[in-house]
């Protein structure tokens, strides 16, 4: 098992290699990076944002064609959301190995404040690790340092750990899917 990364082109370039290599050691599972060749729909003209849902339902579709079992994560530019909701930093979908992450939100100059590459890079592999570890069955962790805590703000994903606790650890090493990996 491993992870195979997109990187759209609107997605913050330059930062593929150092947040699939913070992924994979957080996860403990090999990734790798390709340019996306996944043409997504889903736009809401009304909100200026994609739906999410959408954007995993065009990965589903890719990932019904992947020969080899992999993880699927689309990092993207642009923003996202799930009915019902705002706006969501990633989604996933655990039955088909497909998930999505947004820079949108996660750049610092969104909230009108100074860009900060490392941040930016910090985040996004929490929040890849994040939708990783449901891709894994893993659900939400009321441990708020877990990379498995819901981060509802920016300053939730920020105040993570880079890690999984011991509780989520080891629901990963006994789940059969870690057989695989």
């Not at 498995?148 to 993570?160: E, G």
Request: charged fraction near 25%; charge should be negative; aromatic fraction near 6%.
């Amino acid at each position: 098992m491993n992870i195979l990364i997109f990187w759209d082109r609107d997605a913050p370039a330059g930062l593929e290699i150092p947040v699939a290599r913070i992924i994979s050691q957080i996860m403990d599972i090999p990734a790798e990076v390709c340019e996306s060749p996944v043409l997504y729909n889903g736009f809401d003209r009304s909100r200026n944002q994609f739906d999410a849902s959408a954007i995993l339902t065009c990965l589903d579709v890719f990932s019904r064609r992947n020969e080899e079992k992999r993880f699927i994560l689309l990092v993207t530019g642009d923003d996202i959301f799930r009915p019902g909701t705002r706006y969501v930093f990633g989604l996933s979908r655990p039955a088909t190995g497909t998930a999505v992450i947004s820079s949108a939100r996660l750049r610092n100059e969104y909230w009108g404040l100074p860009s900060d590459e490392m941040m930016l890079i910090d985040r996004l592999s929490r929040e890849g690790a994040h939708e990783i570890g449901h891709l894994l069955h893993l659900d939400h962790c009321t441990n708020t340092s877990c990379i498995m805590a819901n981060p509802l703000t920016l300053d939730d994903l920020d105040n993570k750990k880079s890690m999984l606790c011991q509780t989520c650890m080891s629901k990963v090493q006994n789940s059969p899917l870690s057989v695989q990996l």
